[in-house]
């Protein structure tokens, strides 16, 4: 599937209600024709022939007509905004799993603010162009076309005149098409980086504050923000040049209607009503022509999106599971490594692991840092895949077992913590949100959290801040651990858990580890 289908697979489902409002929009461009034709007739009829009493009529015509066109032009309107609004709910929930779906690799090679501009800007694009682009494009082209009709009707010399430049108007349409793409491209490259560097510096002000880099960051943020403002820039240069080229074939039609149309009069193969009416069908020639260029650049930037957010949601998943996956609730909990290696690039982090831990064992590694004490965690939960040799879970090879399954039947407690902008008791429970209030203080206790807790302005009900702003480093491991004891599973991985804790405290939790292991 290419991109482009990708996008407008999500408006099949609404496929009744866009070519309803188009049917719409259809008579409303149709409708158009009426204020022209009437004003032909007041300049003929009325003015120079002396038939005042339709101007009464002629009026009322034009009004309801004009109230008509507004209304269908609402209505219209506001069938292509729900419908965005709706089919950018779906992207939003489908981008999102797919994200959710992907393994370690895909965050570890994207960066935070990529993936928000993919779900942020990029795809509010894709929105702008159902809820715009489509319906201005189809009554544009509807409107060039009825005025031409028209006043091939009204007088087919004049419509051959102005067919001339409509060669033209494609080719500079076609060529600003092909001049703003990469520069569009360019904005979105930025725009990321700039997320991402916003990101990274909101997450980590305690560190600039820390070592009073503030001005330091500062700088560095202006250098991305001038980054941006100048692909903004080199864009507007070039689609910019293209408006007067528009505005110059928008007025070339006027010229052209107003020089051979008043000769036309002048000689008398014409009559002057019939000049004002296709002076009024003018503008539904000059509007498309004015327009062409901002939605050439609509399209463009929707274009660009689709194919960023395309390219995201494509990247497969490095870590796979069969389709007969085993399944099953609660393991026994054996597990073995066997011939263990793995490779980042051509780097060692493990070779040649063989150990095996029975189910109930509690088992201690050891090791200097960086010596891959947290990649075998990795490994056992299928972060990764091992380069080489197999691990066992009840004697199943864990390639071959439900992802869902085997980290259901772990519980992790890792050293870098992380919490949820949620109350402690929602961050305790992420594991089980089903579980009672005794269960959440039973893990509390066990990981020595439950005395701070309580003490806490709201107890359980506090609200911590992102990632546990406002705890300690040994709170934050504390409640993290208890996450992990709550979960109940049968394989319990900490991951130099208490290192933020004090001796005393470390103590407590071992020995209460140790009780509920027996």
């Known amino acids: 599937m ?41 300049v003929d009829d009325v003015i120079k022939g002396g038939n005042r009493k339709i101007l009464p009529k002629l009026v009322v015509i034009m009004v309801l007509a004009t109230f008509i066109r507004t209304a269908l032009r609402f209505w219209f309107a506001m069938i292509f905004e729900k419908t965005s609004q709706n089919i950018l709910y779906l992207m939003r929930d489908y981008v999102y799993r797919k994200m959710m779906r992907q393994d370690f690799y895909f965050y570890n090679t ?6 928000m501009s993919r779900q942020t800007g990029d795809l509010d694009a894709i929105r702008h162009f159902v809820a715009y682009v489509i ?14 009709v028209m006043i091939f009707v009204v007088e087919y010399r004049l419509a051959f005149c ?13 060529k600003q098409l092909n001049a703003v793409k990469p520069a569009f491209h360019n904005i979105r490259q930025h725009f990321s980086s700039l997320n991402t560097f916003v990101q990274e510096n909101i997450s980590g002000n305690r560190v600039v504050k820390a070592f009073a880099k503030e001005d330091y960051e500062i700088a560095k943020f202006n250098r991305e923000n001038d980054g941006f403002r100048d ?12 408006v007067p080229i528009f505005e110059f074939l928008a007025n070339a039609l006027s010229v052209i209607l107003y020089l051979v149309g008043g000769i036309m009069v002048v000689k008398g193969s014409m009559s002057l009503g019939k000049l004002v009416t296709v002076s009024g069908y003018l503008w539904m020639l000059n509007l498309p022509l004015r327009q062409a260029g901002w939605l050439a650049n609509d399209y463009q930037r929707f274009v660009t999106s689709v194919e960023k957010v395309y390219a995201t949601i494509s990247i497969e998943p490095t870590i796979k599971e069969p389709d007969d996956a085993v399944v099953r609730h609660r393991f026994k909990g054996d597990i073995e490594f066997s011939g263990v290696s793995y490779y980042v690039e051509d780097e060692k982090i493990l070779k040649d692991i063989n150990f095996k831990v029975k189910a109930g064992q509690t088992v201690g590694i050891i090791g200097s840092t960086g010596s891959g004490k947290t990649t075998l965690m990795n490994l056992l939960c299928r972060f990764y895949d091992v380069t080489s040799g197999e691990i066992t879970l009840d004697g199943i090879n864990v390639k071959n077992i439900d992802l869902f399954s085997l980290r259901d039947n772990i519980g992790l407690a890792m050293q870098d913590v992380f919490l949820f902008s949620d109350t402690i008791e929602g961050n305790i429970a992420f594991g089980r949100p089903d579980c009672s209030m005794d269960e959440v203080i039973r893990a509390a206790k066990i990981a020595n959290a439950h005395e701070f807790i309580i003490q806490m302005p709201d107890g359980y009900d506090t609200i911590i801040g992102e990632r546990g702003v406002g705890l300690s480093g040994g709170q934050k491991q504390r409640i993290s651990l208890a996450r992990a004891l709550l979960k109940d599973p049968p394989i319990i991985i900490l991951d130099d858990t208490t290192s933020a804790v004090d001796m005393e ?10 009780r509920i292991g027996k």
């Open 2 to 42: 290419t991109a482009m289908k990708w996008a407008f697979s999500f408006m099949k489902k609404y496929r009744k209600r866009i070519i309803f409002a188009l049917f719409l929009a259809t008579i409303s461009a149709i409708m158009t024709i009426v204020n022209p034709q009437i004003s032909g007739i007041v």
């Open 110 to 115: 994207n960066r935070t603010g990529d993936l």
């Open 135 to 148: 319906y201005s494009v189809y009554e544009n082209a509807l409107l060039f076309v009825i005025a031409l």
């Open 162 to 174: 102005m067919i001339a430049v409509m060669p033209l108007t494609v080719f500079v349409t076609y």
């Open 231 to 242: 692909a903004e820039l080199n864009a507007a240069k070039i689609w910019r040049k293209y």
């Open 505 to 514: 405290t470390e103590a407590l939790i071992q020995e209460e580890l140790a």
